[in-house]
Nanobody
Framework: QVQLVESGGGLVQAGGSLRLSCAGP????????VAWFRQAPGKEREFVAA????????FYTESVKGRFTILRDTSRTTVYLQMDNLKPEDTASYFC?????????????????????WGQGTQVAVSS
C-alpha cells in the first residue's frame, strides 16, 4: 500500500512556528485529497486542514484559520502544514491522510472515515 511519511514535529514555545511535511509517491499525492488530522491524549482525532489534488482548493478547521497554511510543493511529492502562532491547545500527534476518491462537497472530509492511507504521526508540543 501507499506509504506516507510525516516529519517536522517538535517542541516549540507558544507563538512559535513549525512546518510539518507529508511525503509520498507522486502518483498518489498528485491525485488525492490530502488532509492533516491531530489527536491529543484522551481526545478523538480532529480534522485540521485539507488540500485537493491540484492545490487550488483548501479547507481548514475554524480554530486554525489565519494561523496554519496547507500547501503542496511544485513536485507534488510533499504536502506541508505551515503552523504559525502556535498555541498550547495545538499540542497533539499530527497525522497526514490521503483520500483516493474525494468528494470535496461532503462534510465527511472533516472526519477520518473516507481516508484510505495514513502516516504514523509526528508529535507537536507547544509550551506556554
Amino acid at each position: 500500500q501507499v506509504q506516507l511519511v510525516e516529519s517536522g514535529g517538535g517542541l516549540v514555545q507558544a507563538g512559535g512556528s513549525l512546518r510539518l511535511s507529508c511525503a509520498g509517491p507522486k502518483r498518489t499525492l498528485s491525485t488525492c485529497l490530502v488532509a492533516w488530522f491531530r489527536q491529543a491524549p484522551g481526545k478523538e482525532r480532529e480534522f485540521v486542514a485539507a488540500i485537493d489534488y491540484s492545490g487550488r482548493e483548501t479547507f481548514y478547521t475554524e480554530s486554525v484559520k489565519g494561523r496554519f497554511t496547507i500547501l503542496r510543493d511544485t513536485s507534488r511529492t510533499t504536502v506541508y502544514l505551515q503552523m504559525d502562532n502556535l498555541k498550547p491547545e495545538d499540542t497533539a500527534s499530527y497525522f497526514c491522510a490521503a483520500d483516493l476518491t474525494p468528494n470535496i462537497r461532503s462534510p465527511l472530509l472533516t472526519t477520518p472515515e473516507p481516508y484510505d492511507f495514513w502516516g504514523q504521526g509526528t508529535q507537536v508540543a507547544v509550551s506556554s
